[in-house]
């Protein structure tokens, strides 16, 4: 009985040493007076009611058959599929246990996580204005010192090295060592003769494999071109010839028209003939299958609408070209994009029209951004509503979603400045959504951590300092694995043959990284403020 009850204190003893303390105040470097007093006063509880169980179980008589009966009954606990273990090796793994999370190593040797959470506890306010200022000042020098481009063109989606693009780039290459030198910008030229801006619109059948010579579908083609050109925005900017005439489309229609006299059937003839110019213009106007083994039928045909310099009011296409792009593109936009969007949306008839041009496709990407960006605020909204939620304070929610976003200024810094990427990809973007959940996933670990550290002995809990760099080792270790593994992921993109996805690898591996940096200094920071000031927010 004597050693029945020596372990039955043993035990209760143990269970003590694992009580969370209920003190509500914290000391940074000694241990806090109300962890000693609620201990103690734990202990007293606990073990006088444990005492007097055991002399009440000690007054009453036993035998010698009846404390071999309970050996035997308690010598062994099932442990499924038939598997036994004794019930001193489970008691002796759980002492190990609660000794290893209560004797969580401090160490006599000042450690980084030691130094780092001391200064998180004596110099909080520096640390979180250090970041923001830190954050802030990277976006000024970003923003202010070197240009935000944003690379809205279909062109920079061409893979590199591939026949395709190298010929684009061959013939842009000869087109400007064939161009004239630049005018002086007193040369005086006739208004409009010169293109400085277009966009193409291309008609596809539908289904795809249909006919586009199809009259049904011709009448609409027709229809959609007659009633571009009759705008005026087309006949103020259009190129002009020589006497001042407005140039019509660059088109199949306009070679039928101005050549065969609107006949289809004989324009179809002319371009498969052995003109080599006539190949060319095939090339131009109609699919890759046209004219193969003989084939008059297209999938698709191409228009250009051409638009010249220079504008009144300038004496060339070279005086102050790119103001004169830029109002050009402007009036496009004005002009033409309705109509073409809503040809685009329109599914009532069989022809599928799209279209890219100078002006209009950056319209028309700009526009998506903007739209996509009222889903990035709703994620961001519904982040915020969870890690409320989980986190069970508004201050934590609020501070930890500022701590995301502060790490895009540093990122971009990082990206523009460091690195030396000119143009920020329109795929960028999309790593805002990316980093709402693997910022909010970090601070839930965080958050985690610090609930944890709750119930893992006095020699933890004794002052918030030591509570603070338990945090901070569990988390930072366990983050940091994801980290390295999601940024070496998207940093694997840097191999892509195509710009934009290659830009997008890079940024947003960066971004992880940063996040990473900022969530370790600035999440212990954030939970010592709500510690010490804010904990009923």
């Not at 099932?78 to 759980?94: N, V, W």
């Not at 200064?119 to 020098?141: A, C, E, H, P």
């Not at 970003?142 to 893979?159: C, E, K």
């Not at 191999?495 to 934009?500: G, K, L, N």
Request: proline residues 3%.
């Amino acid at each position: 009985t004597t050693d029945t009850n020596e372990k039955f204190m043993s035990t209760s003893m143990s269970y003590e040493s694992t009580e969370t303390p209920t003190g509500s105040s914290y000391e940074t470097n000694s241990q806090s007076s109300s962890y000693e007093t609620s201990g103690s006063s734990s202990e007293s509880s606990i073990g006088s009611s444990s005492g007097s169980s055991v002399e009440q179980s000690s007054s009453k008589p036993s035998t010698k058959n009846d404390t071999s009966t309970v050996s035997e009954s308690s010598s062994t606990v099932p442990r499924g599929s038939g598997e036994y273990e004794s019930t001193s090796s489970q008691g002796e793994k759980t002492k190990n246990e609660n000794k290893k999370m209560d004797d969580f190593d401090f160490g006599e040797k000042e450690k980084p996580g030691n130094c780092l959470s001391r200064f998180f506890v004596k110099y909080t306010s520096m640390f979180i204005v250090g970041l923001l200022l830190l954050s802030l000042g990277l976006g000024g020098i970003s923003f202010g010192l070197f240009s935000f481009n944003i690379n809205t063109t279909a062109q920079d989606f061409r893979i590199l090295d591939h026949p395709t693009a190298d010929k684009w780039d061959s013939y842009n290459f000869a087109f400007d060592q064939a161009k004239a030198p630049p005018l002086d910008k007193e040369v005086i030229q006739t208004t409009q003769i010169e293109r400085l801006s277009s966009f193409v619109v291309i008609y596809q059948s539908d289904p795809e494999d249909g006919n586009i010579f199809e009259q049904s579908r011709l009448d609409y083609i027709t229809a959609l071109e007659q009633e571009l050109v009759s705008q005026d925005t087309y006949h103020e900017y259009a190129v002009k010839d020589e006497d001042g005439n407005v140039l019509p489309p660059t088109s199949f229609f306009t070679l039928a028209n101005d050549n065969f006299g609107g006949d289809i059937e004989m324009t179809i003839d002319y371009l498969l003939s052995s003109d080599p110019y006539a190949t060319v213009l095939a090339q131009l106007y109609l699919d890759q299958n046209f004219g193969v083994d003989g084939n008059r039928e297209s999938t698709a045909i191409r228009t250009i609408f051409n638009f010249g310099g220079p504008l009144e009011g300038y004496n060339n296409v070279d005086d102050r070209q790119s103001e004169q792009k830029n109002l050009i593109e402007k009036e496009l936009i004005d002009g033409f994009w309705k109509i073409l969007n809503d040809a685009h949306n329109d599914k009532s008839d069989d022809v599928v029209v799209s279209y890219v041009g100078d002006g209009i496709s950056e319209y028309d990407t700009n526009l998506i951004l903007m739209f996509d960006a009222s889903f990035s605020i709703g994620s961001m909204f519904v982040v915020f509503l969870y890690m409320w939620f989980h986190t069970k304070s508004l201050f934590l929610a609020s501070a930890g979603m500022g701590q995301v976003l502060l790490a895009f200024p540093i990122t971009y810094f990082i990206y523009r400045v460091v690195i030396g990427y000119y143009w920020m990809g329109i795929l960028n973007f999309l790593s805002l959504f990316i980093i709402l959940g693997i910022g909010a996933d970090n601070i839930f670990i965080f958050s985690d951590a610090w609930k944890q550290s709750h119930s893992l002995g006095k020699k933890i809990n004794s002052s918030l300092e030591r509570k603070i760099t338990f945090t901070f080792v569990r988390s930072s270790r366990t983050t940091l694995i994801t980290t390295i593994t999601t940024s070496a992921a998207f940093f694997s993109n840097i191999v892509s043959a195509i710009p934009p996805i290659r830009q997008f690898g890079v940024f947003t591996g960066v971004l992880v990284a940063v996040n990473y940096l900022l969530c370790i200094v600035f999440v212990p920071a954030l939970l010592t403020v709500h510690i010490k000031y804010l904990q009923k927010y």
